[in-house]
């Protein structure tokens, strides 16, 4: 217990939440010494003083004087705990794959590396402790997995880029351990397969940030990935789908009569047991979804009697969804529940994982409520909706699974018509079900779109590659909090953790996977691990650098969207002003308004930049006297009269399409294909809005636009009628302008509803965009409350 009080003192001396560092001033210069003679011996690779850059942030780290050289005569000692071979053979190989050194097993080495897995020295799950001294390096852990976040810690010491020389690590005493036992990223590989190599890299980086858990998204509507011996077609067919690699993923119809499905790939059971090895033996925990009762088009396609229709489907191309496809199972009959058994007995038999995720969300129920045999199975269970037959389902499922000494993991939709006993819940539609769940008591992870889904752009748009929507930037991956404010603690202890999620629809590539989640990922390590009290998000910055030289070393592609200048608009009181920012901290923002483009010599953004006429801004992020950005954020200004005036809501727009603000109506910034930038989002109610112009002027032009999104619930307005007055209660009608863009047109569309009048005196306007009474026929939410969604209204 002697270092739980050490800590806590510790702790308690630094309440700044810097790193600890203590050097002593003697032992130092002998240091220097001693690296200096080594100098003149060897060339010494590795570190320097300052670039400790461990991610996730240790909870203690002591820089001590002095450094070990780890060079060909380092051994190991030899242990007869088994605990810790995993850690000795997963160091033994990285060191030989990063430095090129090969460590000896059987030494009497003056130099070595101990470990051992006790207890009472870490009595922290996962927690380990870590020594280095000139001498030697000794690794204590709580557990076998303790040892292996060590030896990561470790790992992080090495250079970058393999040297094949002896490898310098400063001295230091390290005491560490997580702040959640879950730590989660997760894989969508139905949308597209990845290769086996692929999720190995993809475990390894989850290991290297000391996360425990890998979710394995492996069935969706457009391919099942895992083969099943039983059921055979589940892969034969349900893996494959016909290429439509050329169009927009929404546009891409289903399967035509004679067409050929090539597309797709799975994994062999063969290649799964060594993915779950080679997990383990990083730390990594693997849990794999089985979706169900939706989102199973691919079995659907092998099995058409696992439907309430029966009739033959094929595995969808995209995101387009046929009406009269089936794309879950039916929950009446009993087939369904027996294949579903064979099918998780096989999987349990390939994951050891304590988990399973059984998904369950974003189901359509419009078919059960037409089967007869799921209106059956009501009647006979005493159930009254289909909520609460999806919750039979779900309960079902989790007795089988019980039964097998395993427990489930459920999307937050398991929520519906009352969750299962021992179910933990996964939310992701914001942080709502998790809240729910851990306040009945149950267990949740918090894996909420905003900031969680890394398949969402991280900067631009512009300059990005295709994302589908939402806008989550480093650093708002890093200042999230798992733990909701609102929650009691007794409730709060039921937040197990949070995860990452990347969604593959738009992620065709290797590269693009690893672009998306690097570097969130490394600031998700750090919201996971570290205590939430330690959290700086400069110092995590200063760290980051040294993990993209590891990338690099890697031949990993990354995102530096955290270098993007972010513009934002601030229009008030009748001027328009822009502020400029990027999220890291240190470096200059240098900008243009003249088309040009900005260098280090360009003007240095100092304070909110007044824009008086249209014009584009140009602006870059300059550190060390270089643009550290590929290509400038850009933005066009389009100058009007109603620019910098007020805007007045009837209804409020939701919170959550609020933009930059109240008046992105008179921003002069047109928005873009994200619906998260610059757009303000009505729900279900009328857009009216009184907008106050700087100044009285004659009025000959009035415009609003609008976006039109399909996919995402949001239509053009049917109509826009627009108003004049002088003083602000008395109004006069200067006419209409009616929608011509069909309600069913799928791409997306911004459309001016443009309005030439003779010209008028006016001080005020009011417009009145009429919303479209419910989602049109044949959309997935026929006859819901629809969206929408403004970006300007203009005045000339
Ligand atoms: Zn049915």
Known sequence: MKIIKNKLERNRENKNGKFVINIDVQGAWNAVLLVFAFWLLFPVFGFSQENISIIPRPVNLERKAGTFILDESTGYRNSTDSGINLAVNLLSLECARRSGIELLNSVKPSKFISFSIAPNAVPEREGYALSITSAGIT???ADEVGLIHGVQTILQLLPAFRTNEAVQLPCVEIYDFPRFPYRGMHLDVSRHFYPPELIKDYIDLISYYKMNTFHWHLIDDQGWRIEIKKYPKLTDV?????DRSNLPWDSRQPQQPGEKATYGGYYT??????????????????????????????????????????????VLTGGIYPPDFQTSYCAGDEHVFAF???????????????????????????????????????????????????????????????????????WDEILEGGLAPDATVMSWRGESGGIAAAEMGHDAIMTPGTPLYLNHYQAGPAGEPLANGGFNTLKMVYDYNPVPSALKPEAARHILGAQG??????????????????????????????????????????????????????????????????????????????????????????????????????????????????CILHAVTVQGGKVMNLIPATQTFEFHSAIGGSVKYEFPYSNSYKAEGPNILTDGIRGTGNIHKYWHGFLGKDLIATITLPKPLEVRNLSLSCMQHYRDWIFLPTKVDYEVSQDGIHFVGVGSVTNNIPVNETQQTIKEFSLKLKPIMARYVRVKAHILPGAPKGHPGEGNPVWIFADEFKVN
């Open 269 to 314: 059971q063969n290649q799964i047991r060594e993915i779950v090895e080679y997990a383990t033996a990083r730390g990594v925990t693997i849990i794999p979804e089985i979706e169900m009762p939706a989102h199973v088009e691919s079995a659907i396609a092998a099995y058409p009697e696992l439907s309430c229709i029966k009739k033959p489907q094929t």
């Open 238 to 242: 349900g893996a494959w789908r016909v």
């Open 340 to 410: 579903l058994q064979d099918v998780l007995m096989e999987v349990m038999q390939l994951f050891p994982s304590n988990y399973i995720h059984i998904g369950g969300d974003e189901l359509d129920k419009s078919f059960w409520k037409e089967c007869p045999a799921c209106n059956k199975r009501m009647k006979d269970e005493g159930l009254h909706n289909v909520d609460e037959l999806q919750s039979y389902f779900i309960r079902r499922i989790e007795q089988f699974i019980q039964s097998k000494g395993r427990r489930i993991i459920g």
């Open 139 to 141: 690794l204590k852990a």
């Open 501 to 614: 999620n990347l969604w593959g629809e738009f992620i065709q590539t290797r590269s693009h996977v690893e672009y998306m989640v690097l570097p969130r990922m490394a600031a998700l390590a750090e919201v996971v691990w570290s205590p939430a009290t330690q959290k700086d998000y400069a110092d995590f910055s200063k760290r980051l650098d040294s993990h993209f030289r590891y990338y690099e070393g890697r031949g990993f592609n990354y995102c530096k969207g955290n270098y993007t200048v972010d513009i934002r608009p601030i229009s008030d009181k009748g001027r328009l002003s822009v502020e400029l920012t990027t999220e890291v901290p240190g470096c200059s923002i240098h900008y243009t308004t003249d088309g040009t483009m900005p260098g280090p010599e360009s003007p240095e953004y100092t304070m909110p930049i007044p824009v008086s006429g249209s």
